[in-house]
């Protein structure tokens, strides 16, 4: 059999490469560095209640169904509902627990060198990526953050649970 008779020469088609064509990238923009990546706002802190149907309460006021964040005042006194940076709703709050079994670990020795640890790794690694151009890294943790809402039929009222790291809260909203 002779080459090239039966058998195609694999560097005869172009689709087909034995290496990668140079420059991998045609447009010349890296991934990661255009503008909605680099200087892009951060995800919001407050959790995300979806509400499926519209919501009326008996002075008739509606809320719309869709998607919210869920925010805590200040003073934990109410709940505000947050669509496109605007107060859709605001909730007075009847119930708020802090988890105060973690606030003991925040004087402890042990800890407070093991933060500090963190921190020095945090700047050395921040330190790396500004000499890169890369924006740095955030200290924070993740914070685990839920919203929920259930409809008790007993008393023909939506009951709404906000829970964000060691803070939970409670509101209602009496429905028709």
Do not use: C
């Not at 290496?19 to 890296?30: A, D, F, K, N, R």
């Not at 947050?82 to 973690?102: C, H, N, R, T």
């Not at 890369?134 to 939506?158: L, T, V």
């Amino acid at each position: 059999m002779i080459e090239g008779i039966y058998v195609d020469n694999i560097m005869m088609h172009s689709e087909t490469r034995a290496y990668p064509v140079e420059p991998q990238i045609s447009s010349g923009v890296t991934l990661g560095s255009e503008s909605i990546y680099r200087y892009g706002l951060r995800e919001s802190s407050y959790p995300t209640l979806s509400l499926v149907e519209e919501i009326t309460d008996g002075l008739g006021n509606v809320i719309p169904a869709g998607h919210y964040e869920l925010a805590l005042s200040d003073e934990r006194n109410f709940l505000i509902l947050i669509q496109s940076k605007v107060a859709v709703a605001i909730m007075p709050v009847f119930l708020v627990e802090v988890d105060m079994s973690e606030y003991s670990q925040i004087k402890d020795k042990k800890s407070l060198k093991k933060q500090q640890k963190q921190q020095k790794e945090i700047a050395k690694t921040n330190a790396k990526r500004a000499k890169q151009g890369m924006p740095p890294i955030s200290d924070e943790d993740e914070i685990y953050q839920e919203a929920s809402i259930e409809y008790i039929e007993k008393g023909n009222y939506y009951l709404i649970k906000y829970e964000r790291g060691d803070v939970r809260a409670w509101a209602a909203i009496k429905s028709n």
